[in-house]
């Protein structure tokens, strides 16, 4: 497609549980970026990868949350023992290498209950 | 600590009435200035990047200005289709993550 996409649109869970978040960037952009954005707040950075590999994961909260890109295209969050504060709208951009302005996705919307 | 600050939180105007949306922020070396667009439901929508003070960039009715402390959304005659959150973003330091403010929410009445 020509745009940014993330599956599922909506995914509800349950306290303790693990979840995977997939993002299908645009075709041929190198950089993949993750945030997350809770209600009402702008969204707060999560991980940054160039090609296959994280090249600033800094924003990630704890050891709970991990990412992976293995071909440098599809990228995972992957989110163990899942707690209530992670409920958020995690989203996806991506960039040629180079330049500044991501292209979002919609986001995966992740109620844990 | 890098900080970005938008004003004001909400904004409502007439079709037709011109406003400024604007953004403050404070950090350690500028590496580019962002505006998205966000609309409910939606991830934000890249608008304008603005590297250095003095620039500006148009597109349609939007209109982005930057000086050392601030950047200014200008928005020349709205119409209702410009409702949406206006979200503002700065780029600091030798990474390539953004820090983003709280957004102006922006409704336009016809």
């Known amino acids: 497609g020509a745009g940014v996409s993330q599956t599922p649109s909506n995914k509800v869970t349950e306290k303790g549980k693990y979840v995977e978040l997939r993002c299908d960037p645009i075709s041929g952009h190198t950089a993949l970026y993750w945030y997350r954005q809770s209600l009402g707040q702008g969204p707060e950075f999560l991980i940054y990868?160039?090609?296959?590999?994280?090249?600033?994961d800094s924003g990630l909260p704890n050891d709970r949350f991990f990412a992976v890109r293995p071909e440098g295209s599809v990228s995972t969050l992957k989110i163990q023992r899942t707690e209530r504060g992670d409920s958020a709208v995690y989203l996806c951009?991506?960039?040629?290498?180079?330049?500044?302005?991501?292209?979002f996705g919609s986001g995966t919307r992740l109620t844990v209950v | 600590e890098d900080q970005v600050t938008q004003s004001p939180e909400a904004l409502r105007l007439q079709e037709g009435e011109s406003s400024s949306l604007n953004c403050s922020y404070t950090?350690?070396?500028?590496?580019?200035l962002f505006w998205y667009r966000q609309d409910p439901g939606k991830g934000p929508e890249f608008l304008f990047t603005?590297?250095?003070?003095?620039e500006e960039k148009e597109k349609e009715r939007l209109k982005a200005t930057l000086t050392k402390k601030e950047s200014f959304l200008h928005i020349t005659a709205p119409k209702p289709e410009d409702s949406a959150t206006y979200l503002c973003?700065?780029?600091?330091?030798?990474?390539?993550?953004?820090?983003w403010g709280l957004g102006t929410s922006l409704a336009v009445n016809p």
């Open positions: 973003a700065v780029n600091a330091g030798n990474n390539r993550k953004l820090i």
């Open positions: 951009a991506s960039s040629p290498q180079g330049e500044d302005g991501y292209t």
């Open positions: 950090v350690s070396g500028l590496r580019g």
């Open positions: 603005l590297y250095s003070a003095g």
């Open positions: 990868f160039q090609g296959t590999g994280a090249a600033d």
